[in-house]
């Protein structure tokens, strides 16, 4: 569990570190799009998998955040358990995008390592199970708009670990007076 939690977290914790640059005020609603359901990640939380699951490396038991959406200016609490089918070594990596309405705010290949040292983990990464929780400082300010951000894992031959997605709309906060 600790691999699969450490994973996550990871792939978070990046997504977060990239969100919290970007100064967001008001409130968050998720988009709920009446997809396809299998792509749905378990759990309470607005995460798809991106296309079909790729469970040769991890099977995600479930990721919970708190609360849900995230509020800007309030902790945000990830706990997340997984399964990791084998090991993942040093050299995986993971494609993070942020979009913002239309642009793209970033696109970043980023080692999966080095993202894990956030969580307090190190690899390589063993077969078993993963148990990961992390409480995330959400800034207060958040431009308002439709975010969509998208993290996709390789191992380090390349080959999908996983691939998670979320979106969301932060919107201005309500005028007082």
């Given at each position: 569990?600790?691999?699969l939690l450490r994973l996550l977290a990871g792939g978070l914790l990046l997504a977060s570190a990239?969100?919290?640059?970007?100064?967001?005020?008001?409130?968050?609603?998720?988009?709920?799009?009446?997809?396809?359901?299998?792509?749905?990640?378990?759990?309470?939380?607005?995460?798809?998998?991106?296309?079909?699951?790729?469970?040769?490396?991890?099977?995600?038991d479930h990721v919970d955040l708190s609360p849900n959406p995230p509020l800007a200016g309030k902790?945000?609490?990830?706990?997340?358990?997984?399964?990791?089918?084998?090991?993942?070594?040093?050299?995986?990596?993971?494609?993070?995008?942020?979009?913002?309405?239309?642009?793209?705010?970033?696109?970043?290949?980023?080692?999966?390592?080095?993202?894990?040292?956030?969580?307090?983990?190190?690899?390589?990464?063993?077969?078993?199970?993963?148990?990961?929780?992390?409480?995330?400082?959400?800034?207060?300010?958040?431009?308002?708009?439709?975010?969509?951000v998208v993290a996709d894992v390789f191992t380090k031959d390349d080959k999908p670990i996983t691939?998670?997605?979320?979106?969301?709309?932060?919107?201005?906060?309500?005028?007082?007076?």
């Amino acid at each position: 569990m600790k691999s699969l939690l450490r994973l996550l977290a990871g792939g978070l914790l990046l997504a977060s570190a990239t969100s919290r640059s970007l100064a967001l005020f008001g409130g968050q609603e998720v988009l709920q799009d009446g997809g396809d359901q299998s792509l749905v990640v378990p759990g309470h939380n607005p995460l798809k998998f991106c296309h079909e699951k790729h469970e040769d490396y991890l099977v995600i038991d479930h990721v919970d955040l708190s609360p849900n959406p995230p509020l800007a200016g309030k902790n945000l609490t990830v706990d997340a358990v997984g399964v990791f089918q084998q090991d993942i070594e040093d050299g995986a990596y993971v494609t993070l995008s942020v979009k913002w309405n239309l642009i793209w705010l970033l696109r970043r290949r980023t080692d999966l390592c080095e993202q894990f040292k956030n969580v307090n983990l190190t690899c390589p990464i063993k077969k078993g199970e993963s148990v990961v929780t992390k409480i995330i400082e959400l800034p207060r300010e958040i431009p308002p708009g439709r975010y969509t951000v998208v993290a996709d894992v390789f191992t380090k031959d390349d080959k999908p670990i996983t691939c998670l997605t979320a979106e969301v709309v932060f919107t201005l906060p309500p005028r007082s007076g």
